[in-house]
């Protein structure tokens, strides 16, 4: 089981749905069934840096222009923090890889042209180079390569760049024809590479691949892969791996669909900046259940509500009876699991409700005072186990960095007391809204959607002498002393009962 990804860039979360999680899915699959499978990962490090617009404005310090030709490995960390392009880019997404797919190989292309048996297929391909040019041609109608092509792309000893004209091949050296800066010369095919048509066989050949998943832009009939494909066949003489297509993940800011996540053009976020306010297993499932050929698009604005389709999965995971789609939910939650799971299910805590409880707690013992508070409302309606105690502390932490990095709109401060500059903006019809509101809800129970329909009923039925965004504002008003806040009735069920029934009430005399 095989992917590849070029460290070209910002090594973004769309990354991780073939190449990681489709790919361990596999791997794991077939471990179960007793099969000797190894999950690898090559990292494109060969590569020619094309100095983009988004790689180029990295460099704030100087000019990126002039790496601009280099091999990724040889571009310098534009940060400063780590040995170069490669180590830095790769570490927000290496760095946490194990957390969401643990136990894969990772080899870089850098790496593959030291191995003896890439070298010694440089050196086939090289001294049949005439039979590799005519089959590449048929793919480049348009722009065919010309007599005494060979399919080398040699280091240029002079420039430092990748993709001198090769001009032959002889044991371990290529001796060159530098097209930037004109130098001719010799170098190691160590530092070179293959044409990209003739590598990504090679790779197969050498890690002996069976499948690979790959994106949807190598899946045109007639295209990159199927170029690739009679190479292996044709020219290398072995079969092609089975290969599985799958459709890009895009992302959006708050709704906005801003485009397919791109490496290059650093448009996306990282694996770190999901562990920091999700974990892995959302991700996961959310790869999981959707069909590998339908878009995904992603937004951390809405971490929340990944939440909820997951938790919603979880209860169908334990259900005794599930019914149409309920059944691919369930079971793509088991897949998205990295650990056994318990045989009762654990305590999920809203993960909005986590977000108001890590405001409105106290620092220290935060998780001890949040299960009391969650006990006292009777969210939590059991003594919480130490699965249920871990949960409850991830999501608390989760959650406060989402609210601060994304959702700024759910920060919340309760007013200690009603102030005066509060009770001031409060007319008599407002001060009748808030009672009715509090003499509705004060025999309900004390959870999120019983709040919610009391706000309804209430709201949709004109029983309240003010209009319903006015009434949200008295509400706001006297609990945070703003006009805005979050959405009321998950903020309303953390707090607690007889504390609101007395602001309530103070705010309504």
């Known amino acids: 089981m095989n992917a590849g990804l070029s460290v070209s860039g910002l090594q973004h979360v769309g990354r991780l749905r073939g190449e990681i999680t489709l790919?361990?899915?596999?791997?794991?699959?077939?471990?179960?069934?007793h099969r000797r499978t190894i999950q690898s990962l090559v990292l494109y490090t060969q590569d020619e840096w094309k100095g983009k617009e988004g790689q180029i404005g990295q460099f704030t310090k100087e000019d990126g222009t002039k790496y601009v030709g280099r091999r990724l490995i040889d571009v310098p960390d534009p940060m400063g923090c780590h040995g170069n392009w490669v180590d830095h880019y790769w570490q927000e997404f290496g760095g946490v890889l194990d957390r969401f797919a643990p136990g894969i190989r990772i080899v870089t292309t850098t790496e593959t042209y030291r191995n003896p048996e890439m070298q010694a297929l440089v050196r086939d391909l090289a001294s049949r180079a005439e039979e590799v040019r005519t089959l590449?041609?048929?793919?480049?109608?348009?722009?065919?390569?010309?007599?005494?092509?060979?399919?080398?792309?040699?280091?240029?000893?002079?420039?430092?760049?990748?993709?001198?004209?090769?001009?032959?091949?002889?044991?371990?050296?290529a001796s060159y024809r530098c097209e930037r800066c004109g130098h001719v010369g010799t170098s190691s095919i160590e530092k070179g590479k293959l044409n990209w048509r003739l590598e990504w066989p090679a790779l197969w050949k050498v890690y002996r691949v069976d499948i690979e998943p790959f994106g949807k832009d190598h899946a045109t009939p007639g295209g990159s892969?199927?170029?690739?494909?009679?190479?292996?066949?044709?020219?290398?003489?072995?079969?092609?791996?089975?290969?599985?297509?799958?459709?890009?993940?895009?992302?959006?800011?708050?709704?906005?669909?801003?485009?397919?996540?791109?490496?290059?053009?650093?448009?996306g976020f990282s694996?770190?900046?999901?562990?920091?306010?999700?974990?892995?297993?959302?991700?996961?499932?959310i790869y999981a259940y959707n069909p590998i050929f339908r878009r995904i698009v992603l937004d951390l604005y809405r971490v929340d509500s990944y939440y909820d389709v997951y938790d919603r999965a979880e209860d169908l995971f334990y259900a005794d009876e599930r019914e149409g789609d309920e059944e691919e939910q369930a079971r793509s939650f088991e897949l998205a699991q990295l650990s056994p799971l318990p045989k009762e299910k654990p305590f999920a805590l809203s993960y909005r409700h986590a977000a108001f409880l890590s405001q409105i707690s106290p620092e220290k013992d935060r998780v001890a005072w949040c299960i009391k508070r969650l006990r006292d409302?009777?969210?939590?309606d059991r003594t919480p186990t130490?699965?249920?105690?871990?949960?409850?502390?991830?999501?608390?932490a989760q959650s406060q960095s989402w609210v601060e990095n994304y959702a700024t709109e759910n920060r919340v401060?309760?007013?200690?007391e009603l102030a005066p500059e509060v009770s001031s903006q409060l007319e008599a019809r407002d001060r009748d809204a808030l009672r009715t509101f509090a003499a509705r809800v004060a025999s309900v129970r004390w959870t999120e959607e019983a709040i919610k329909e009391s706000m309804v009923s209430l709201t949709k039925g004109g029983s309240l002498p003010v209009d319903t965004n006015r009434?949200?504002?008295?509400?706001?008003?006297?609990?945070?002393?703003?006009?805005?806040?979050?959405?009321?009735?998950?903020?309303?069920?953390?707090?607690?009962?007889?504390?609101?029934l007395r602001r309530l009430k103070d705010a309504a005399q």
């Open 23 to 33: 790919s361990h899915l596999l791997t794991r699959s077939l471990q179960e069934e």
């Open 136 to 173: 590449v041609n048929h793919y480049r109608a348009r722009h065919p390569y010309p007599p005494g092509w060979i399919p080398f792309e040699a280091f240029c000893e002079q420039c430092k760049t990748i993709g001198a004209k090769t001009t032959a091949i002889e044991g371990m050296t």
């Open 225 to 267: 892969r199927d170029s690739c494909k009679e190479i292996a066949e044709s020219i290398m003489h072995f079969r092609a791996p089975m290969g599985i297509p799958y459709e890009w993940v895009g992302i959006s800011d708050r709704g906005k669909d801003l485009g397919d996540m791109g490496s290059s053009d650093f448009l």
């Open 271 to 285: 694996p770190v900046q999901w562990v920091e306010v999700a974990d892995p297993e959302v991700l996961r499932y």
């Open 377 to 380: 409302t009777g969210i939590l």
């Open 386 to 396: 130490e699965i249920d105690r871990a949960r409850i502390a991830r999501r608390l």
């Open 413 to 416: 401060k309760l007013l200690d």
């Open 471 to 500: 009434f949200f504002r008295d509400l706001y008003l006297v609990l945070l002393g703003s006009e805005r806040g979050p959405r009321a009735a998950p903020f309303l069920a953390v707090l607690e009962k007889e504390w609101v």
